[in-house]
């Protein structure tokens, strides 16, 4: 059996309908109300006026009573809703027995919100695709006897061998055992070609076999594997409802106020109590509620598309109007993928210095520490013994030998502690100096490359005419590769050898706000979560950046930052688009109810128009992303599963 295939058209057809009967299942308020209008309407049409009544009374005295109890609760809340303008129309089409249009304003208010969760699920289409696909079981082969055995995958082992068929998702992440094998792995890094992989190279779950059957070893169970971090954080941003609303909330109490001031004149002015009734039939705020969560939902589907994913609706608003951004070095405007690509020996020789600093480095997290060990290891060198080793945040790693000796390897500062004022030589855009002390003395000097970003610049430039006044490079490297880079990316404010601490202070005094932090690296953390907004390079792989972050990028674009800028600004216009269409609307239907050009049934009738119109304007936000792509023509086109 498959450890996990693609679903099928006739299951996807299936779940539709399932959805779709969980959905009428919900919606029993909605379908009661319904009833209740039909009945309304024969009963009108066949002059049972008392009966007609009854209904009303009934079905209207319920839905303004559990109305009224959301309200209550929202209040306590400290939220200001705008159902109060639905509940003193529906009262007041009572008071005057207006019935059948009390009773289309009733089946408005509880069919916009089931119109706002049908156009929620459209929207939210491409987040829940991704956890749709989430691997959930895999075929692993028995230690002894060789057979495959269809397992789920919360009981799949570190160490376990593994059989992934073509076309299956790998379940865990893991290392490949077979000679070859050929990965898709679009829907996870954004990768739009699949991957050739050797033996010995890591895989990551989520991603899809493209070759025949081969083997893997898993090195992470499935909980810590790469998917399942994605999955987190798109349950996150699929959990995350109420502060969508907070856009329209700001138009709550002005609508209402504007609403019963022209209700309450044409009343005065008319002498007639229908007249109020018929103007607050169609000042019924559905549009408002409904256009701001819809476009919000279609942005954060539209940046999903992007590889992006959005943790709150919120911050799309935050990111809409960022004015100031902050770019972290390593791993995010360059590469990450750092290679020794030079050594300039000083008391010791080149071997030496790369001995010292590979035994130094094995007890390092860093995004360096890996290079340097792999290059001592190809060129098969000795790695002397190790007592004691601390990684001193931000500046290097302090090694005690088996010989009594102390190795340090970092910044030139944390070198300079022991030998006193050094060289430090001349570095090219995109490479950086790890310095070695022995005892009191250099050792040596690695240098590194670690290529910048193909898109950087561009990114920078697109951030700049999208009205981003100020933009820096807050990083732990030394100043020298940190200008480089800065220069090379037309970046003129570089904050260099900082610690995760300062990297907190220079971003909150960043001005003018909001301030976008853009990061990668665990020490980024930190200033991820101070930023008024952060978005991490998740890249190959979630950090604990990911979990400080309120945008994740799980691709390896650097665009993808000026993508999502541009989505959220246009979600944000989209929402306020609509919004006012739906304001203006409202306000030109009450006006001409106010002078009794427009019954109360026939308003009812219109506003439920106006609900529609503003539903289909505020799904244009899932076309977003289409936008962003435009805007940077030259790259290319990146899929998503």
Excluded at 54 to 80: N, Q, S
């Amino acid at each position: 059996m498959p450890a996990q295939t693609i679903a099928p058209r006739t299951s996807e057809a299936s779940h539709a309908m399932s959805s779709t009967v969980d959905f009428l299942r919900n919606r029993k308020l909605m379908m009661f109300v319904l009833v209740g209008l039909a009945t309304g309407v024969m009963l009108w049409l066949t002059g049972a006026e008392m009966a007609l009544g009854v209904t009303a009374y009934l079905v209207l005295g319920i839905v303004i009573v559990i109305t009224a109890i959301d309200m209550f609760k929202d209040l306590m809340r400290g939220h200001w809703g705008l159902d109060i303008l639905a509940v003193i129309a529906m009262i007041a089409t009572l008071a005057v027995q207006e019935y059948v249009a009390g009773l289309i304003i009733a089946l408005m208010l509880t069919g916009g919100e089931a119109l706002e969760d049908l156009a929620a699920r459209r929207a939210s289409r491409e987040l829940d695709q991704l956890l749709n696909r989430a691997p959930a079981f895999a075929g692993r082969i028995h230690p002894v006897t060789g057979e495959v055995e269809r397992i789920a995958i919360e009981e799949v082992k570190v160490g376990d061998e593994l059989l992934v068929r073509s076309s299956e998702i790998l379940p865990v992440d893991g290392v490949l055992l077979s000679d070859h094998a050929t990965i898709d792995e679009s829907s996870v890094t954004g990768e739009p070609i699949p991957v050739n992989y050797h033996a010995g190279d890591p895989l990551l779950s989520g991603t899809v076999n493209r070759t025949t059957s081969f083997t893997m070893r898993a090195q992470k169970v499935a909980a810590d594997s790469n998917y399942a971090s994605i999955v987190r954080l798109v349950e996150e941003a699929v959990d995350s409802r109420a502060p969508m609303v907070r856009l329209a909330d700001r138009y709550a109490v002005p609508f209402t106020i504007v609403s019963l001031l022209i209700a309450g004149f044409a009343w005065f002015l008319s002498g007639d109590p229908v007249r109020f009734a018929e103007v607050l039939v169609v000042a019924t705020p559905c549009p408002l509620l409904i256009a701001t969560p819809v476009a919000f939902m279609g942005g954060m589907s539209s940046a999903a598309k992007l590889n992006v994913i959005i943790k709150d609706g919120g911050v799309l608003e935050v990111l809409a109007r960022v004015r100031a951004v902050a770019f972290d070095k390593t791993g995010t405007l360059t590469e990450g993928k750092a290679d020794v690509v030079e050594i300039h020996p000083a008391a010791r020789t080149v071997d030496e210095t790369l001995q010292l600093a590979a035994a130094a480095e094995q007890y390092s997290v860093h995004v360096f520490a890996d290079p340097i060990v792999a290059s001592a290891r190809t060129q098969q060198l000795e790695l002397p013994e190790v007592v004691t080793a601390d990684e001193v945040a931000t500046n290097g790693v302090l090694a005690s030998l088996a010989d009594g000796t102390s190795v340090r390897v970092g910044k030139p500062s944390f070198i300079e502690e022991v030998t006193g004022p050094i060289d430090r030589p001349v570095l090219s855009a995109g490479e950086t100096a790890v310095y070695v002390s022995v005892g009191d003395e250099l050792a040596g000097v690695i240098i590194l490359s670690d290529p910048i970003r193909e898109q950087s610049a561009d990114t920078v430039s697109r951030l700049r005419r999208a009205g981003v006044a100020e933009i820096a490079m807050v990083t732990g490297d030394i100043t020298s590769t940190a200008e480089s880079v800065a220069h090379a990316v037309d970046i003129q404010t570089v904050h260099a050898e900082t610690t995760p601490q300062t990297k907190v202070r220079i971003v909150q005094a960043m001005r003018p706000r909001p301030v976008l932090m853009v990061g990668d690296g665990i020490n980024d953390a930190p200033v991820l979560a101070a930023a008024d907004v952060g978005v991490a390079m998740a890249g190959r792989g979630a950090t604990v950046a990911s979990e400080s972050a309120a945008a994740v990028i799980i691709s390896n674009d650097i665009a993808r930052v000026a993508d999502v800028a541009y989505v959220s600004r246009r979600t944000v216009q989209i929402a306020l688009q609509s919004i006012w269409m739906g304001i203006i609307i409202s306000v030109g239907l009450m006006l001409v109810a106010a002078f009794g050009y427009l019954p109360a049934v026939v308003g009812a009738l219109l506003q439920e128009i106006v609900d529609l119109v503003a539903i289909l304007s505020a799904l244009r936000a899932l076309r977003a992303h289409r936008g962003a792509r435009r805007e940077s023509p030259a790259r290319r086109e990146v899929p998503v599963g």
